[in-house]
């Protein structure tokens, strides 16, 4: 679990299909988002839209906390506050992954009703 204990700031979201073609990111073209994970076992993450001034139609944004396990290829997390009541429902799983300094949190496929889209959501270390 020590691997994943700090800050973490999101750095680029991706979503592709099975033929590989792109969609659209959840939080628009400039996602901004920050996690932490405490070595006790609860996370907080707060994700949006980071383009600056209003942008057409609604700003998308989630931010959630909880109590975690991580095996080192898997993130599970017991949400017990959430901007979007749907993330209580359940546990919040995410396959994880590292690439050099970079976590790489995978929601399951079809997440937020994106059926066959696969979502990455890429992190780097803050500070």
Not at 8 to 32: K, S
Not at 37 to 45: I, L, N, S
Not at 82 to 103: H, I, W
């Amino acid at each position: 679990m020590d691997r994943i204990v700090g800050t973490w700031r999101l750095v680029a979201e991706t979503a592709t299909d099975a033929a590989g073609q792109a969609h659209p990111g959840l939080f628009g073209p400039m996602a901004i988002g920050l996690g932490m994970f405490t070595a006790e076992g609860r996370m907080m993450a707060v994700l949006t839209d980071g383009r600056p001034g209003p942008v057409e139609g609604a700003r998308k944004h989630v931010s959630y906390c909880g109590d975690y396990t991580f095996d080192g290829a898997r993130l599970v997390t017991v949400v017990d506050g959430a901007s979007d009541s749907r993330l209580l429902l359940e546990p919040q799983v995410r396959d994880a992954r590292f690439e050099g300094g970079r976590m790489i949190l995978r929601p399951p496929v079809g997440f937020r009703a994106a059926a066959g889209v696969v979502r990455e959501l890429i992190w780097e270390r803050a500070g």
